[in-house]
Antibody
Framework: EGQLVESGGDSVQPGGSLRLSCAAS????????MTWVRQAPGKGLEWVSY????????YYADSVQGRFSISRDRFKKTLYLQMSSLRAEDTAVYYC??????????????WGQGTKVTVSS | SSELTQDPAVSVALGQTVRITCQGD??????ASWYQQKPGQAPLLVLY???NRPSGIPDRFSASISGNTASLTITGAQAEDEAEYYC??????????FGPGTTVTVL
């Protein structure tokens, strides 16, 4: 079925940087687009960023455009989210998700357990 | 438009039927997918496309679409169905977005 395991969450000061990782197993990682989704405390889900299977296409939410960068390592089967110029409003649990998956009508069919990022002075 | 709207909360008696709706212009062109999230847990895909359930999702969950409104129906709601439910769709640029979520309470 597949598994995703995020890591890298931490407490960081405003203006700081952080890199999140998402290790994939149990499915052909290199064949699938991947996505980051976040959830601020007590709030709903917010789509953050997308990367195509090849890594050649990336998209970002307006709220993180220019500050966050998504990438993937096909050999390590790992997805990354490089976050810089962090703000208090970036505080959230960050989930990685497999997809959007064409064969599942653009759904996200596997999710990690999440990693917590806190931005505070 | 990249906005999806959902009712904030609905309640259903145990064993009865409840429908959750998700409205947005994107749904005229792209399918919705639906995610169940229980407190302290990651989201779980429960429905996608026209009316498809991933393996392991009970058949009491079903989806439908009419115009710009997608619906999730639970027929014979169980206590374990109490959760937050989010719809998701995309726009033509490839960006995705979630609805604000609907809290389902099983009485």
């Amino acid at each position: 079925e597949g598994q995703l395991v995020e890591s890298g969450g931490d407490s960081v000061q405003p203006g700081g940087s952080l890199r999140l990782s998402c290790a994939a197993s149990g499915f052909p990682f290199n064949n699938y687009a991947m996505t980051w989704v976040r959830q601020a405390p007590g709030k709903g889900l917010e789509w953050v960023s997308y990367i195509s299977a090849s890594g050649g296409s990336t998209y970002y939410a307006d709220s993180v455009q220019g500050r966050f960068s998504i990438s993937r390592d096909r050999f390590k089967k790992t997805l990354y989210l490089q976050m810089s110029s962090l703000r208090a409003e970036d505080t959230a649990v960050y989930y990685c998700a497999k997809g959007p998956t064409v064969t599942k009508d653009d759904a996200f069919d596997i999710w990690g357990q999440g990693t917590k990022v806190t931005v505070s002075s | 438009s990249s906005e999806l709207t959902q009712d904030p909360a609905v309640s259903v008696a145990l064993g009865q039927t409840v429908r959750i709706t998700c409205q947005g212009d994107s749904l005229k062109n792209f399918y919705a997918s639906w995610y169940q999230q229980k407190p302290g847990q990651a989201p779980l895909l429960v429905l996608y496309g026209e009316n498809n359930r991933p393996s392991g999702i009970p058949d009491r969950f079903s989806a439908s679409i009419s115009g710009n409104t997608a619906s999730l129906t639970i027929t014979g709601a169980q206590a374990e169905d109490e959760a937050e439910y989010y719809c998701n769709s995309r726009d033509s640029s490839g960006k995705h977005f979630f609805g604000p979520g609907t809290t389902v309470t099983v009485l």
